[in-house]
C-alpha cells in the first residue's frame, strides 16, 4: 500500500517515512503544501497522512482539493490544535480521522491501518478468504490455521490484494502502490513474487485465489476456495 | 443523585442588575416641562401685576376727569353749600345704580349725585385739607374706589370755603375687567405652554433618534445581525459611533489574530514534540521512559494552557448560536471517527434554540461531551437541546448528552469536578475533556452536572443562562 505523507517538519516527515516503511508500505514524503497537492492528485495514494499546518497550501485546501476531484482514499490528518473546531472542519471536508500532536507512533499505525482496512470495507482487522485468514494489523497470515511465512514483499502484494478483492489489478498499479517514488522495479519481481505466493496460499492447486488476466493483470478471487 | 457544579449562584442573574432609571426623553421633558412651568408663571404674574397697575391708574383718570367735570360745574351759594348743575356731561351720575358716583362737600353741607339714590352704603368722604389728593382702593368695609381732592373756594366776599369734590366708582366693574384679563391671560399661557411642549417634544424626539439608532444598531451587532454601527450620524456623535466600530472591529481583528498565533504557536511547539516522542518510542536507551514521560507531561500542559489562551479570546458581544447544527456537526463528525464500532448518535431539540456563547467554545463544549460519550457508551449516544427553567419560567437552555456505557459513579464525578483538583493534574481519560468542558461552562456562568440517562449510562446536564 502507497501512504503518502505531507508534513513540513523534516525530523517528523523522515521519522514517519521509516516507520510506515517498516510496517511494510511504500510511502511519499512531500514537505510543504505544494508538493503536497501534487503528490496527493497526481500520485496513486492509498492513504494520506496530512499536517493542517504547512506553508504552502494548507492542509485544509489539500483536503479540499483531493475531494473536490472525487479521489476516495482515507485521509488522516495530523493537527497541532486539539480544538474541535478546526477537528469538524477537517472531517467535514473529507477527512477520515485525525491525530493530535505529539502522537504516539504505535497509535499512527493502528489508525492507518484501520483506515485502509475501513475504506476496503472490512470491520474487523481480520479479514477472512476461503481457507486464509490475514490479519491487516498484527500482519499474521494463516491458511487452514497454519501460521504462513511471508516475506515482507509478499505480504505486502497479498494485504494489497486482500484490500482490493474481487477487482482486476495491474502490474502496473502493483508497482505503483507497493514500491516507492525512487524505486526502479523490474517487472518480473512482481511475476516472480505472484508466483510464490501461489505456492504458498495454494500448495495443493486446488483453490487458485490469484487469476491471471492475461494483458490485463491479476484478480484475487475472495469467494472461492 | 446530582452532583453539580458551577458558579451561577455567585453572579447576579443577568438582567437584574438593570436598573430602571427615567428615560433621557423623560427626564428632558420633566426638565423643560418644569422650567416652562417657572418661566410662565412668573410671566404671567408680572403680566397680570401690569395689568392691574395700568387699568388702576386708567380707573383712576377716569375718576378724576368725574371730579374735574364736577369742578367745572359746581358753585357755593351764600351759605357755603355746594351747588351742581342738573344735568352733567357723564350720564352715568345721573343714572341711579350705575355705579359711577360723585360728591362734594364743604364744611357747611355736601352734594352726592343722583346716581347714589337707592345705594345703603354710599363711598364714605371726608373734608381733604387744601391741596390734598387721594385715591384709595375699596376700603375695609367699603367697596369703593375713592379719588378725591381738596381745594379752597373763594368766595364773592372774599372768604375762602373748603371743598372737598371726590368720584367714586363701584370695584365690580374693575375687578371684572381683571378677572376677564387674567382668565385670558392664563388660557393663552396653558395653550402657549402645551405648545410649547409638544415643539419640545417634537425637538427632544428628532434630537435622540440618532442614539436611539445607535442603541438599536448596537442590539443588532448584540444579535449577530451586523457587525459595526453603518446609519450616517450627525457629527457630534460621529466620534462616539467611530470609536464604537474602531472598538469592534479591534475585537474581532484581535480574536482572530490572537487564535491564529495560538494555533502558529501549538504548531511550533508541538511538532518537536512529536519528533521527541517519536524517537523515543523506538529508543530502550536508559531513561527513555522518563523522557517520554516528560513529553506527555509537556504535552498535557500545552494543550491546558492553549486551551485557557484561546478561551482569554472570547468577544464580548457574542452572537447567538443555534445550539441543534452544532450538535449535528459533532455527531455525523463523530460518527465518522467511531465508524467501527457502529456508533449511533441521535439528535435532538428545538432548532431554533440559541445561546449567547463563543461558537467556538460551544463546539469545543459539546464536543468534549459527546466524545466523552462515545468513548465511554456501548455504542449508542443522545445529545439534546431544550429551553432551561428557573422556578416556573423559562430560562436559559439545556444541553443534555447521554451515553448508553457503564455510567461514572457521582462521588468520582465529584471528585473529577471538584475544585482545587487542577486540570492540568489530570491524565488523558481521567475527565481531561470534562475538565475542558467545566471550565468552558463556568466562563460562561452555566452549571453542569450528572444524572441518569434514559438510555441506561451517564447524563451530563450543561446549563446555560440566556445571556
Same mark, same amino acid.
Given at each position: 500500500m502507497r501512504i503518502l505523507v505531507i508534513e513540513d517538519e523534516e525530523a517528523l516527515r523522515e521519522l514517519l517515512g521509516r516507520a510506515l516503511k517498516r510496517e511494510g508500505f511504500a510511502t511519499d514524503l512531500a514537505a510543504d503544501g505544494t508538493d503536497g497537492l501534487h503528490y496527493a492528485t497526481e500520485y496513486p495514494v492509498d492513504l494520506a497522512i496530512i499536517?493542517?499546518?504547512?506553508?504552502?497550501?494548507?492542509g485544509m485546501e489539500i483536503l479540499r482539493e483531493v475531494r473536490k476531484r472525487g479521489l476516495k482514499y482515507p485521509v488522516l490528518v495530523l493537527t497541532a490544535r486539539s480544538d474541535w473546531q478546526d477537528k469538524v472542519e477537517a472531517l467535514e471536508l473529507g477527512a477520515d480521522d485525525y491525530v493530535t500532536k505529539p502522537f504516539r507512533l504505535e497509535e499512527l499505525m493502528a489508525r492507518v491501518n484501520a483506515l485502509l482496512r475501513r475504506s476496503a470495507?472490512?470491520?474487523?482487522?481480520e479479514v477472512q478468504f476461503g481457507p486464509l485468514h490475514v490479519?491487516?494489523?498484527?500482519q499474521d497470515v494463516r491458511l487452514d490455521d497454519q501460521l504462513l511465512e511471508l516475506t515482507s514483499f509478499e505480504y505486502k502484494v497479498l494485504s494489497y490484494f486482500a484490500l482490493h478483492p474481487d477487482r482486476v489489478v495491474s502490474k502496473m498499479e502493483l508497482n505503483e502502490h507497493l514500491y516507492d517514488e525512487d524505486a526502479d522495479p523490474d517487472s518480473n519481481v512482481i511475476e516472480v513474487i505472484i508466483g510464490r505466493l501461489r505456492k504458498k496460499l495454494d500448495p495443493n492447486g486446488d483453490w487458485q485465489p490469484i487469476e491471471t488476466l492475461r494483458g490485463r493483470g491479476y484478480r484475487f478471487r475472495a469467494g472461492q476456495g | 443523585m446530582a452532583v453539580a457544579t458551577g458558579s451561577a449562584p455567585a453572579r447576579?442573574?443577568?438582567?437584574?442588575?438593570?436598573t430602571t432609571a427615567p428615560s433621557l426623553l423623560a427626564r428632558l421633558l420633566l426638565g423643560a416641562a418644569l422650567a416652562l412651568g417657572i418661566a410662565l408663571s412668573l410671566i404671567a404674574l408680572a403680566v397680570d401685576r401690569g395689568f392691574r397697575g395700568a387699568a388702576e391708574s386708567a380707573l383712576k383718570e377716569r375718576l378724576e376727569s368725574v371730579v374735574f367735570l364736577i369742578l367745572s360745574t359746581i358753585d357755593l351759594d351764600e351759605q357755603g353749600l355746594p351747588i351742581v348743575a %342738573?344735568?352733567?356731561?357723564?350720564?352715568r351720575l345721573d343714572q341711579?345704580?350705575?355705579g359711577l358716583h360723585a360728591g362734594a362737600m364743604t364744611p357747611h353741607g355736601q352734594w352726592s349725585s343722583?346716581?347714589?339714590?337707592?345705594?345703603?352704603?354710599p363711598p364714605r368722604a371726608r373734608l381733604l385739607d387744601r391741596g390734598e389728593e387721594l385715591f384709595r382702593g375699596p376700603d375695609l368695609d367699603g367697596t369703593w374706589y375713592v379719588y378725591a381732592i381738596g381745594l379752597g373756594w373763594e368766595q364773592p366776599d372774599g372768604d375762602i370755603v373748603d371743598l372737598t369734590i371726590w368720584a367714586a366708582e363701584d370695584p365690580g366693574r374693575f375687578q371684572g375687567t381683571v378677572a376677564g384679563f387674567r382668565g385670558d391671560l392664563w388660557r393663552w399661557m396653558i395653550l402657549s405652554a402645551l405648545l410649547v411642549i409638544v415643539a419640545q417634544l417634537v425637538i427632544l424626539l428628532l434630537l435622540l433618534k440618532p442614539l436611539t439608532r445607535v442603541a438599536q444598531e448596537v442590539a443588532e451587532i448584540e444579535a449577530g445581525r451586523r457587525d459595526a454601527l453603518e446609519h450616517a450620524y450627525p457629527r457630534e456623535l460621529q466620534p462616539l459611533t467611530a470609536n464604537l466600530n474602531a472598538l469592534l472591529a479591534t475585537e474581532r481583528d484581535n480574536a482572530s489574530h490572537y487564535r491564529r498565533a495560538l494555533a502558529d504557536l501549538a504548531h511550533a511547539l508541538k511538532t518537536p514534540l512529536a519528533v521527541m516522542r517519536a524517537r523515543l518510542e523506538g529508543e530502550n536507551a536508559s531513561g527513555a521512559g522518563e523522557l517520554s514521560a516528560a513529553v506527555d507531561d509537556m504535552d498535557l500542559l500545552l494543550r491546558r494552557q492553549l486551551e485557557r489562551a484561546a478561551r482569554?479570546?472570547?468577544?464580548?458581544l457574542n452572537k447567538p448560536v443555534e445550539v441543534l447544527p452544532v450538535l449535528r456537526r459533532l455527531a455525523d463528525s463523530l460518527a465518522r471517527l467511531y465508524a467501527d464500532r457502529g456508533l449511533q448518535v441521535e439528535v435532538q431539540g428545538d432548532e431554533a434554540l440559541t445561546v449567547r456563547v463563543d461558537a467556538r467554545d460551544l463546539m469545543e463544549l459539546c464536543g468534549n461531551l459527546m466524545d466523552n460519550a462515545a468513548k465511554y457508551g456501548q455504542g449508542k449516544l443522545r445529545a439534546s437541546v431544550r429551553r432551561g427553567r428557573h422556578g416556573t419560567r423559562q430560562y436559559g437552555v439545556k444541553i443534555l448528552i447521554e451515553d448508553d456505557g457503564p455510567g461514572i459513579e457521582p462521588e468520582r464525578f465529584g471528585v473529577l469536578l471538584?475544585?482545587?483538583?487542577?486540570? %492540568?493534574e489530570r491524565r488523558e481519560g481521567q475527565g481531561l475533556g470534562l475538565a475542558i468542558a467545566q471550565e468552558l461552562v463556568e466562563a460562561y456562568a452555566g452549571t453542569l452536572d450528572l444524572i441518569p440517562s434514559e438510555l441506561g449510562g451517564t447524563a451530563i446536564r450543561v446549563s446555560l443562562p440566556p445571556r
Amino acid at each position: 500500500m502507497r501512504i503518502l505523507v505531507i508534513e513540513d517538519e523534516e525530523a517528523l516527515r523522515e521519522l514517519l517515512g521509516r516507520a510506515l516503511k517498516r510496517e511494510g508500505f511504500a510511502t511519499d514524503l512531500a514537505a510543504d503544501g505544494t508538493d503536497g497537492l501534487h503528490y496527493a492528485t497526481e500520485y496513486p495514494v492509498d492513504l494520506a497522512i496530512i499536517d493542517l499546518g504547512l506553508p504552502g497550501h494548507s492542509g485544509m485546501e489539500i483536503l479540499r482539493e483531493v475531494r473536490k476531484r472525487g479521489l476516495k482514499y482515507p485521509v488522516l490528518v495530523l493537527t497541532a490544535r486539539s480544538d474541535w473546531q478546526d477537528k469538524v472542519e477537517a472531517l467535514e471536508l473529507g477527512a477520515d480521522d485525525y491525530v493530535t500532536k505529539p502522537f504516539r507512533l504505535e497509535e499512527l499505525m493502528a489508525r492507518v491501518n484501520a483506515l485502509l482496512r475501513r475504506s476496503a470495507g472490512h470491520a474487523s482487522p481480520e479479514v477472512q478468504f476461503g481457507p486464509l485468514h490475514v490479519n491487516l494489523s498484527s500482519q499474521d497470515v494463516r491458511l487452514d490455521d497454519q501460521l504462513l511465512e511471508l516475506t515482507s514483499f509478499e505480504y505486502k502484494v497479498l494485504s494489497y490484494f486482500a484490500l482490493h478483492p474481487d477487482r482486476v489489478v495491474s502490474k502496473m498499479e502493483l508497482n505503483e502502490h507497493l514500491y516507492d517514488e525512487d524505486a526502479d522495479p523490474d517487472s518480473n519481481v512482481i511475476e516472480v513474487i505472484i508466483g510464490r505466493l501461489r505456492k504458498k496460499l495454494d500448495p495443493n492447486g486446488d483453490w487458485q485465489p490469484i487469476e491471471t488476466l492475461r494483458g490485463r493483470g491479476y484478480r484475487f478471487r475472495a469467494g472461492q476456495g | 443523585m446530582a452532583v453539580a457544579t458551577g458558579s451561577a449562584p455567585a453572579r447576579a442573574e443577568p438582567g437584574v442588575a438593570r436598573t430602571t432609571a427615567p428615560s433621557l426623553l423623560a427626564r428632558l421633558l420633566l426638565g423643560a416641562a418644569l422650567a416652562l412651568g417657572i418661566a410662565l408663571s412668573l410671566i404671567a404674574l408680572a403680566v397680570d401685576r401690569g395689568f392691574r397697575g395700568a387699568a388702576e391708574s386708567a380707573l383712576k383718570e377716569r375718576l378724576e376727569s368725574v371730579v374735574f367735570l364736577i369742578l367745572s360745574t359746581i358753585d357755593l351759594d351764600e351759605q357755603g353749600l355746594p351747588i351742581v348743575a %342738573d344735568s352733567l356731561a357723564e350720564p352715568r351720575l345721573d343714572q341711579p345704580g350705575s355705579g359711577l358716583h360723585a360728591g362734594a362737600m364743604t364744611p357747611h353741607g355736601q352734594w352726592s349725585s343722583p346716581s347714589l339714590v337707592g345705594v345703603t352704603q354710599p363711598p364714605r368722604a371726608r373734608l381733604l385739607d387744601r391741596g390734598e389728593e387721594l385715591f384709595r382702593g375699596p376700603d375695609l368695609d367699603g367697596t369703593w374706589y375713592v379719588y378725591a381732592i381738596g381745594l379752597g373756594w373763594e368766595q364773592p366776599d372774599g372768604d375762602i370755603v373748603d371743598l372737598t369734590i371726590w368720584a367714586a366708582e363701584d370695584p365690580g366693574r374693575f375687578q371684572g375687567t381683571v378677572a376677564g384679563f387674567r382668565g385670558d391671560l392664563w388660557r393663552w399661557m396653558i395653550l402657549s405652554a402645551l405648545l410649547v411642549i409638544v415643539a419640545q417634544l417634537v425637538i427632544l424626539l428628532l434630537l435622540l433618534k440618532p442614539l436611539t439608532r445607535v442603541a438599536q444598531e448596537v442590539a443588532e451587532i448584540e444579535a449577530g445581525r451586523r457587525d459595526a454601527l453603518e446609519h450616517a450620524y450627525p457629527r457630534e456623535l460621529q466620534p462616539l459611533t467611530a470609536n464604537l466600530n474602531a472598538l469592534l472591529a479591534t475585537e474581532r481583528d484581535n480574536a482572530s489574530h490572537y487564535r491564529r498565533a495560538l494555533a502558529d504557536l501549538a504548531h511550533a511547539l508541538k511538532t518537536p514534540l512529536a519528533v521527541m516522542r517519536a524517537r523515543l518510542e523506538g529508543e530502550n536507551a536508559s531513561g527513555a521512559g522518563e523522557l517520554s514521560a516528560a513529553v506527555d507531561d509537556m504535552d498535557l500542559l500545552l494543550r491546558r494552557q492553549l486551551e485557557r489562551a484561546a478561551r482569554s479570546t472570547r468577544r464580548t458581544l457574542n452572537k447567538p448560536v443555534e445550539v441543534l447544527p452544532v450538535l449535528r456537526r459533532l455527531a455525523d463528525s463523530l460518527a465518522r471517527l467511531y465508524a467501527d464500532r457502529g456508533l449511533q448518535v441521535e439528535v435532538q431539540g428545538d432548532e431554533a434554540l440559541t445561546v449567547r456563547v463563543d461558537a467556538r467554545d460551544l463546539m469545543e463544549l459539546c464536543g468534549n461531551l459527546m466524545d466523552n460519550a462515545a468513548k465511554y457508551g456501548q455504542g449508542k449516544l443522545r445529545a439534546s437541546v431544550r429551553r432551561g427553567r428557573h422556578g416556573t419560567r423559562q430560562y436559559g437552555v439545556k444541553i443534555l448528552i447521554e451515553d448508553d456505557g457503564p455510567g461514572i459513579e457521582p462521588e468520582r464525578f465529584g471528585v473529577l469536578l471538584a475544585r482545587g483538583v487542577r486540570g %492540568d493534574e489530570r491524565r488523558e481519560g481521567q475527565g481531561l475533556g470534562l475538565a475542558i468542558a467545566q471550565e468552558l461552562v463556568e466562563a460562561y456562568a452555566g452549571t453542569l452536572d450528572l444524572i441518569p440517562s434514559e438510555l441506561g449510562g451517564t447524563a451530563i446536564r450543561v446549563s446555560l443562562p440566556p445571556r
